[in-house]
């Protein structure tokens, strides 16, 4: 994977696991269903190990969206990315397979983080559109 360092964060918070980091990257990178793939600048920092979303804030005020690999994301198969809106502190979580939908249709404005919750499944994890 390659950085663009004006991409959105994907900011990894747990060091416990390298194989499990790996493969939430290639997950959270694939090409999606629909042929879109998330873009990503990765942040691996261990200063980062354990951080909160409040030291997260602090740490990238310019960001409006974080996208975070916790220990939660980094202990599931499905990689559930927790993702968090600076400005209000709302979050959810999206399986990193599905990271695409989320981050592409945010990045350009084609939904809003509102409407990206409103499709939540029953444990609040982002379900794409079919």
Do not use: C
């Not at 269903?33 to 261990?46: I, L, Q």
């Amino acid at each position: 994977m390659e950085d663009d360092d004006d991409a959105p964060k994907l900011i990894r918070t747990d060091f416990s696991d390298e194989t499990s980091w790996e493969a939430l990257l290639e997950a959270a990178m694939a090409e999606g269903e629909m042929g879109y793939t998330a873009n990503f600048s990765r942040v691996e920092d261990e200063r980062h190990d354990g951080a909160d979303t409040d030291a997260l804030f602090e740490a990238f005020p310019d960001e409006a969206v974080l996208y975070v690999a916790d220990d939660h994301a980094m202990s599931d198969q499905s990689w559930p990315i927790l993702v968090v809106d600076t400005e209000t502190g709302a979050e959810f979580r999206v399986r990193a397979g599905d990271a695409w939908a989320v981050e592409n249709n945010l990045t350009l404005g084609n939904m809003s983080f509102d409407e990206a919750m409103d499709m939540l499944d029953e444990d609040g994890v982002f379900e794409p559109p079919v």
